[in-house]
């Protein structure tokens, strides 16, 4: 059983900055991609950022690019979002989820960590 746990959500004041993080355990799987999701309330789930497992390339929701960044640590099979400049609208939970190829869906996904940004 793979397991995603999320850790590092919390409030925080509008203009400031936390850093989630995304680790595996259970039995060993081969990432293809990770990624990081958030729903608000009321709202559909939407990506925010992505990171591919073997070199590191990353790509981003528009309206968290220059605000956010994804990042990973092979040797601990972890998973970070650096989140800085945050804004109201950012207020979410946010899952971390990973895929095993390019072509499937993001098939196993944490339990999601609340961030709360006040203005």
């Known amino acids: 059983q793979v397991q995603l746990v999320e850790s590092g959500g919390g409030l925080v004041q509008a203009g400031g900055s936390l850093r989630l993080s995304c680790a595996a355990s259970?039995?060993?799987?081969?990432?293809?991609?990770r990624g990081w999701f958030r729903q608000a309330p009321g709202k559909e789930r939407e990506f925010v950022a992505a990171?591919?497992?073997?070199?590191?390339?990353?790509w981003y929701a528009d309206s968290v690019q220059g605000r956010f960044g994804i990042s990973r640590d092979n040797a601990h099979d972890t998973m970070y979002l650096q989140m800085n400049r945050l804004k109201p609208e950012d207020t979410a939970v946010y899952y971390c989820?990973?895929?095993?190829?390019?072509?499937?869906?993001?098939?196993?996904w944490g339990q999601g960590t609340q961030v709360t940004v006040s203005s």
């Open positions: 989820a990973a895929k095993t190829n390019a072509v499937a869906q993001y098939d196993y």
């Open positions: 990171i591919i497992w073997s070199d590191g390339s990353t």
């Open positions: 259970g039995r060993t799987f081969s990432s293809y991609a």
